[in-house]
């Protein structure tokens, strides 16, 4: 490792240590995390992690609005009760088409055993994601343009049924879900079981990117699937077996504007 890669390894394992405690999951300091945290259930912070998006403020305001007591509810009781709900993209009906999903694999299954049923092939996060994003379109084949936005398209593949690295949006708020559920510290909630640290992918959203790119973590023009290749790669260099842990880190240096 060179001077450059040492210094930028022990800014962020710095930063990673003085922000791994729940005073960043405030009210104050707004994060999705804040809300999934209190009620510490995996199908509640998946419907946190797609919703966060926006300005953080506003986003933990529309995710403390929501009744995540409609999951367990009629279907009936969740179109009544969700109706003149929206958020940005997402209109009333949206909204209830996603809970409605949710409720019908929560009767039936778990994320977590949903993802290892294709996770578990070749360790690959990106297949268990579209495994999930296959399931939930399955059980609930409604579609719209927000809706779509929500949830997320099943991921690109070469001619070998290969997900591609290039030509592949960055899947930001799913793969910092997949950070929540299989990372255990004081911000991350560990509820999953069988997924190792080591194969989650880096969460990048223009925050996370820009800083990326500024430090000289990567090089590269498009935040995109690859983008978040290359700097996983790159802060395995700094930790093999948990490179995600500096995700927070780099968001939070990119939002408060500190490089």
Known sequence: MNKK?????NLLDNEVLCRNNECELTLERPDPLFIAKRHNDEYISLICALFAYGKASLIIKFLDSLDFSLLDKDENIIRKTIDGFYYRFQSSK???????????LKKQTSLNELFIEKYKINNDICEGIDNI?????EINPYTSQGYKFLLGSNFKRDKQNNI???GNAAYKRWFMYLRWMVRKDNLDMGLWQGVSSKDLLMPL???????SNKIGLIERKTCDLYASYLLTS???EFDKEDPIKYDFALY??????LI
């Not at 949206?94 to 019908?104: G, N, P, T, Y």
Request: a positive charge.
């Open 5 to 9: 890669d040492i210094k930028l390894k």
């Open 94 to 104: 949206d909204i209830q088409e996603f809970f409605i999903a949710l409720s019908r």
């Open 133 to 137: 994003i296959c399931k939930i379109n």
């Open 164 to 166: 591609k690295q290039i």
């Open 205 to 211: 959203d223009t925050h996370t990117f820009n800083v």
């Open 234 to 236: 790159k802060l395995k």
């Open 252 to 257: 939070r240096i990119g939002q408060e504007k």
